[in-house]
């Protein structure tokens, strides 16, 4: 059985958190001195002092900065690091669950949870009615995807719709015989 997440990567996402963590800290405690400084140096001015025009204008500047670094770094960078921590932060505790379905096919990326993942898609047999049905598997955007093949059974681990671990299975899905009444060319 192949496994996509081990006990390291949770570490390894949460050094990387914190290093961002860090990275925020350190540029908001640059911006708070250099303010708290600037407003020293303002109210030290004379009344009407020629310099306390750029004064106001570098304050008014160096805001401006870090908001635009605040914006796309916390709400980009951070916040895709969070929801990656999270999630294998419930992958940890969560619950986990069993099937084999065949393979169909791969499907566009998209954003769960937000966090990136590639979607595979597995037939599954719908209990109540005799029909099959299409299930969506996410496998994770950070990991290689595994060489899945159409119409070849695995078994899955997944917790959710997530996928944890899989493994090739000797059995591939045979065609199915054509509906009466239909020719086929």
Avoid at 4 to 30: G, I, N
Avoid at 72 to 81: A, D, E, L, T, W
Avoid at 90 to 102: K, N, Q, V, W, Y
């Amino acid at each position: 059985m192949t496994v996509l997440y081990h006990d390291s990567d949770l570490w390894e996402a949460v050094m990387q958190r914190r290093k961002l963590l860090a990275v925020f800290l350190s540029v908001t405690a640059a911006f708070l001195a250099g303010e708290i400084a600037l407003i020293v140096y303002y109210a030290g001015l004379p009344y009407q002092d020629p310099n306390g025009t750029w004064t106001i204008a570098v304050a008014c500047v160096i805001v401006s900065l870090y908001i635009i670094f605040c914006f796309p770094f916390m709400g980009i960078s951070y916040k895709r690091s969070n929801a990656y921590c999270k999630m294998l932060g419930f992958i940890s505790a969560g619950l986990r669950e069993s099937d084999t379905a065949p393979f169909v096919g791969i499907e566009n990326w998209l954003v769960r949870d937000g966090v990136d993942v590639n979607v595979a898609t597995f037939e599954a047999k719908n209990i109540k009615r005799e029909e099959t049905m299409v299930r969506q598997i996410y496998v994770d955007g950070e990991k290689d995807f595994p060489p899945f093949e159409e119409g070849r059974f695995y078994r899955l681990v997944l917790q959710g719709n997530l996928l944890l671990a899989y493994a090739a299975t000797d059995r591939v899905k045979t065609a199915e015989p054509p509906a009466a009444g239909i020719r086929q060319e």
